[in-house]
């Protein structure tokens, strides 16, 4: 039996078929162009980041130094609460007939200036006359128990402690104080500092 002849592609089918093929070639070469430009958008993604990382770690940088700032900014050292005298010195303190010096920041004072530094081992000192002689008074920091309504922090249920200071920094900053907690919703939470219950 003679075997029937397959039935041969007309030129249209077969340019129809290259027309295909040629499709699925730009198709494919499309999808890579678009797959290799990837990461192209991942840089400029990670530029961006970059960038916010830098802006972000300037503004942290200002706040610092904002605080640092606030934090070293001068206080009025005669307002503020002192304890008991520790020790008056007088001469050779006080040689300059109208001037305290402390040797131990090698600096004159006049009378009735209040100072204090970081090497006065957490003392207020102040420059005072006493019988027409200059003296250097040095006063320990104030105990925290005399400023504390007890009666009130028993009252109002807070949890207060006596935390020290640093003793690094200058008075009163290096002085221990009162560190207060009270009940928010079942949570210890720190006492505002306007609640302290304070003398």
């Known amino acids: 039996m003679a075997r029937k002849s397959l039935p041969r592609k007309s030129r249209a089918t077969r340019r129809h078929a290259k027309v295909e093929h040629w499709r699925i070639k730009v198709g494919s070469a499309d ?3 678009h797959f290799f430009s990837l990461p192209a958008r991942e840089d ?3 530029s961006q980041l970059k960038q916010s990382d830098i802006m972000l770690s300037r503004v942290l940088i200002l706040a610092v130094a904002i605080a640092m700032a606030v934090a070293e900014e001068p206080m009025d050292l005669t307002r503020v609460q ?3 005298l520790y020790i008056r010195l007088p001469a050779p303190y006080s040689t300059a007939p109208t001037q305290c010096y402390d040797p131990q920041i090698d600096e004159y004072f006049n009378e009735g200036d209040v ?5 006065s081992g957490c003392k207020l000192s102040t420059c005072v006359d006493i019988n027409g ?3 250097v008074e ?5 105990l925290v128990s005399k400023g504390v309504d007890f009666k ?4 109002e249920n807070y949890y207060c402690r006596q935390a020290w200071g640093n003793r690094n920094k200058q008075f009163p900053s ?3 104080s009162l560190q207060c907690k009270y009940y928010v919703k079942g949570k210890l939470m720190p006492l505002p500092k306007h609640m302290y219950p304070l003398l």
């Open 115 to 119: 100072w204090s530094s970081s090497y």
């Open 133 to 135: 002689i200059l003296n």
């Open 82 to 84: 002192r304890g008991a």
């Open 138 to 142: 040095r006063y320990s920091c104030p």
């Open 31 to 33: 999808w890579w162009s």
């Open 152 to 155: 009130r922090l028993k009252k």
């Open 174 to 176: 290096c002085c221990p």
């Open 44 to 46: 400029t993604h990670r």
